[in-house]
């Protein structure tokens, strides 16, 4: 069964940085597509970042430039490094991992940013 834990979020100011981290069961992580998704009070859930099993990225609009997507597989850990918060990134984040065309969820965590 797979298990996804995300942790790091909490309260920021705008400007601030904070890095989200994931941890994942298994011994094949390395070979999935994992993401980061988030959901802000009444809103759906949208895509953050997507990292594939070679490295490749994929990013919303809205965060490029001040979010990075990484993984270091010898931990079964995805990372999100946010900079440049924003009040609008205020939400829920949460880890996905995409195997057999079937998208698992961690629970999520917090993330707000205000002043």
């Known amino acids: 069964q797979v298990q996804l834990v995300e942790s790091g979020g909490g309260l920021v100011q705008p400007g601030g940085s904070l890095r989200l981290s994931c941890a994942a069961t298994?011994?094949?992580?390395?070979?999935?597509?994992m993401g980061w998704y988030r959901q802000a009070p009444g809103k759906q859930r949208e895509l953050v970042a997507t990292i594939i099993s070679a490295g490749n990225t994929n990013y919303a609009n809205s965060v490029k430039g001040r979010f990075t997507i990484s993984r270091d597989n010898a931990k079964n850990t995805l990372y999100l490094q946010m900079n440049s918060l924003k009040p609008e990134d205020t939400a829920v984040y949460y880890c996905?991992?995409?195997?057999?065309?079937?998208?698992?969820w961690g629970k999520g965590t917090l993330v707000t940013v205000s002043s």
């Open positions: 996905m991992q995409r195997r057999g065309g079937i998208d698992y």
């Open positions: 298994g011994n094949t992580f390395s070979i999935y597509t």
